[in-house]
């Protein structure tokens, strides 16, 4: 499962919070606040932080606990518990809903972003392939030029400036197709209507990279104990490239899911609120370099998920 060469024996250790600093086998423990926990990224951090013990007290928070679009709630709260740095999983995800719903969009993707960019901790801040505009035909580098189709991808794209401008020492991932066992996602949506339909039809004309939550929390991690902070600009998805029909085809076979047809049809006869980038596969090789890590190929991650789906 492992995404890098090296040990892995700093990668966790969690605690409830009870003061601002704890020791750690002599050491003063670093405190990680953890936006957006309830999500699906949030909660694979969460779990794979558990399994080990580590130099880091990460400290989780949803909008229920912490409400990013507040400065003053922010800044008190970074102060009261002595934060080092901050994993900014909380975004408004839901992409075609945004179209109608701007503001809120642009207050959490942007404003949340720049509140914890001016609070003074070290930021790793999760984007999206979505600033994108699919007209490209080889992976996407994080020097590429931005132009987002959709709200969505334009708020990210505003929280990036945001992290970008206020923040001291950050790092922005930019990620695609996320899914993991937790939460809502194209993984779990498919598998439940393979099992109440006969058929399907799954767009075939989009291509994209599936990436594992899970994989990417391990990614987040290996950046947090990197001995050298390395600010900028990376891109992570599991390896390879695919389309949203191939998706569906190995999640059933990967499923054994027989009896669903799955039929494949192009974008244009498939209407959604928000227009989606055509193609935005992510170039990793920045941060395969700069981390030394290697990362699994895309039916890799997905055969792990459904592993671990269809065993609870």
Known sequence: MAIYTG???????TE??????????????KNVLVTGANGQLGQELKQLAEKTNSPFRFIYTDADVLDITDAGQVQHFVSEYSIEYVINCAAYTAVDKAEADEEVAYRINCTGAENLARSGAKIIHISTDYVFDGTASTPYKEDASTNPLSVYGKSKLKGEEAIREFAEEWIIIRTS?????????FVKTMLRLMNERDKLNVVADQYGTPTYAADLAEMILVILECEE??????????????TWFKFAEKIKELAALGRCRLDPVPACEYK?????????????????SAFRVVIPQWENGLERCIEKLTNR
């Not at 003061?19 to 750690?24: D, E, G, I």
Request: glycine letters at 10%; proline letters at 2%.
């Open 7 to 13: 040990s892995n024996k700093h990668l966790g250790g």
């Open 177 to 185: 197709w996320l899914y993991s066992e937790f939460g809502n996602n």
């Open 229 to 242: 902070w390395k600010s900028g600009v990376y891109h992570f998805s599991n390896l390879g490239e695919t």
């Open 272 to 288: 959604t609120a928000a227009v989606r980038p055509m193609y935005s596969v992510l170039d990793k090789s920045k941060i395969q």
């Open 16 to 29: 409830t919070v009870t003061r601002k600093q704890t020791v750690f086998y002599g050491l003063v423990q």
